[in-house]
């Protein structure tokens, strides 16, 4: 028989070891409003449990496709950490995740995350999970769960890291791209809100050529450098929910994240098809002009790392081109009809025209 008492009275505890149990509940607990927030139709329960729950049938669909997606927001995260601001990089995580699922053409449902960190300070895990209850209501999709790992000797400092994971849904007969993409569709651009989430290792390398600091003005906008360089990415879901509701012919729909025009438009389209981009035709954000001239990149350098102010771009059919235009102005975007589709005989994404940089 062992002797207890040959045993240290005074043993390791998790909290010395760096993980703080009482730290992880008193953020659940705080994120709670936030949570209930971004409630809807199928999702009514209440976070805490070991998963999250979804009912399909109460979401009113009836011959379903799950459409799953995860992402995260790569080195952008650094700006928040270095600059202390992260109320607003957990709508990017959410942006990234349900833009691809309406590319599909499908309805983001719910969404979960995943923040990992050396230490976890209440304060900074609230504001993360706040903006990402803050972008799944402008994605109209509820936060069912998450994950919150405390784990000292991976992370160091300040840092931490985010993934998040989104399920939508699409009734069979809905899903995009559509089989009757032709020759001749339109494309219609719509605007991006600056930079969104990808290019960011780039970016804070040019940052760092310029001189600047993240609390100096931006050389593009009123804004502080950091400010303006932590504009959230735009969620699109709910004016092209709207415009897939009302029947405006939209056939296909690219989002344009790392890889730019050049790798994204290919996704969407069929071997035989070929997108036609008037660069010209597209507004460009005085920030991609500031990243071309002190970064020294070429044109087409830029249309391969950077959206360039096209956050989406869609394939409509000619005659619904106008009605879509409007129907998205109408929502409170901006969107402009930027080219077609031709047949394929070289390259699938073409340009014509440039940029205004």
Same mark, same amino acid.
């Given at each position: 028989?062992?002797?207890?008492?040959?045993?240290?009275?005074?043993g390791?505890?998790?909290?010395?070891?760096?993980?703080?149990?009482?730290?992880?509940?008193?953020?659940?607990?705080?994120?709670?409003?936030?949570?209930?927030?971004?409630?809807?139709?199928?999702a009514?329960?209440?976070?805490?449990?070991?998963?999250?729950?979804?009912?399909?049938k109460?979401?009113?669909?009836?011959?379903?496709?799950?459409?799953?997606?995860?992402?995260?927001?790569?080195t952008?995260?650094?700006?928040?950490?270095?600059?202390?601001?992260?109320?607003?990089?957990g709508?990017?995580?959410?942006?990234?995740?349900?833009?691809?699922?309406?590319?599909?053409?499908?309805?983001?449902?719910?969404?979960?995350?995943?923040?990992?960190?050396?230490?976890?300070?209440?304060?900074?895990?609230?504001?993360?999970?706040?903006g990402?209850?803050?972008?799944?209501?402008?994605?109209?999709?509820?936060?069912?769960?998450g994950?919150?790992?405390?784990?000292?000797?991976?992370?160091?400092?300040?840092?931490?890291?985010?993934?998040?994971?989104?399920? +939508?849904?699409? $009734? #069979? @007969?809905? !899903?995009?791209?559509?089989?009757?993409?032709?020759?001749?569709?339109?494309? /219609? =651009?719509?605007?991006?809100?600056?930079?969104?989430?990808?290019?960011?290792?780039?970016?804070?390398?040019?940052?760092?050529?310029?001189?600047?600091?993240?609390?100096?003005?931006?050389?593009?906008?009123?804004?502080?450098?950091?400010?303006?360089?932590?504009?959230?990415?735009?969620?699109?879901?709910?004016?092209?929910?709207?415009?897939?509701?009302?029947?405006?012919?939209?056939?296909?729909m690219?989002?344009?994240t790392?890889?730019?025009?050049?790798d994204?438009i290919p996704?969407?389209?069929?071997?035989d098809l070929?997108?036609?981009?008037?660069?010209?035709?597209?507004?460009?954000?005085?920030?991609?002009?500031?990243?071309?001239?002190?970064? +020294?990149?070429? $044109? #087409? @350098?830029? !249309?391969?790392?950077?959206?360039c102010?096209v956050?989406?771009?869609?394939? /409509? =059919?000619?005659?619904?081109?106008?009605a879509?235009?409007?129907?998205?102005?109408?929502?409170?975007?901006?969107?402009?009809?930027?080219?077609?589709?031709?047949?394929?005989?070289?390259?699938?994404?073409?340009?014509?025209?440039?940029?205004?940089?």
């Open positions: 028989m062992s002797d207890a008492s040959h045993l240290p009275s005074n390791l505890s998790y909290k010395q070891a760096g993980v703080d149990i009482d730290a992880g509940n008193a953020l659940v607990e705080a994120i709670k409003p936030a949570v209930r927030s971004t409630r809807r139709p199928g009514d329960g209440e976070i805490g449990g070991f998963g999250g729950l979804f009912d399909l109460a979401a009113g669909f009836k011959d379903p496709v799950l459409v799953a997606a995860n992402d995260g927001v790569g952008k995260l650094k700006i928040a950490i270095d600059t202390g601001k992260h109320d607003t990089i709508q990017d995580l959410v942006a990234m995740c349900v833009n691809d699922l309406i590319v599909q053409g499908a309805e983001p449902l719910f969404f979960l995350d995943y923040f990992a960190t050396g230490k976890l300070d209440v304060a900074q895990g609230t504001a993360i999970v706040t990402i209850a803050d972008g799944c209501r402008l994605a109209g999709c509820a936060l069912i769960g994950e919150t790992a405390e784990m000292p000797g991976m992370y160091h400092g300040n840092d931490y890291d985010l993934a998040g994971f989104a399920v +939508g849904a699409a $009734e #069979r @007969e809905n !899903l995009l791209p559509r089989k009757d993409i032709a020759a001749g569709d339109t494309l /219609v =651009a719509i605007a991006s809100s600056g930079v969104h989430s990808n290019g960011y290792s780039l970016v804070r390398k040019i940052v760092e050529l310029s001189g600047l600091a993240w609390t100096n003005k931006a050389p593009f906008t009123e804004a502080s450098l950091a400010e303006a360089l932590l504009e959230p990415t735009r969620i699109y879901v709910k004016p092209l929910l709207a415009a897939l509701k009302a029947g405006l012919g939209i056939k296909a690219a989002h344009i790392g890889g730019g025009f050049i994204n996704r969407v389209l069929p071997d070929a997108a036609d981009v008037d660069l010209s035709a597209i507004t460009v954000p005085p920030v991609f002009g500031w990243l071309s001239k002190v970064g +020294g990149m070429s $044109e #087409r @350098e830029m !249309l391969r790392t950077f959206n102010g956050g989406m771009l869609v394939a /409509v =059919a000619p005659e619904d081109a106008e879509l235009v409007a129907s998205l102005v109408q929502s409170g975007e901006q969107a402009a009809i930027v080219g077609r589709l031709t047949e394929r005989s070289g390259e699938p994404v073409t340009f014509r025209g440039a940029l205004a940089l």
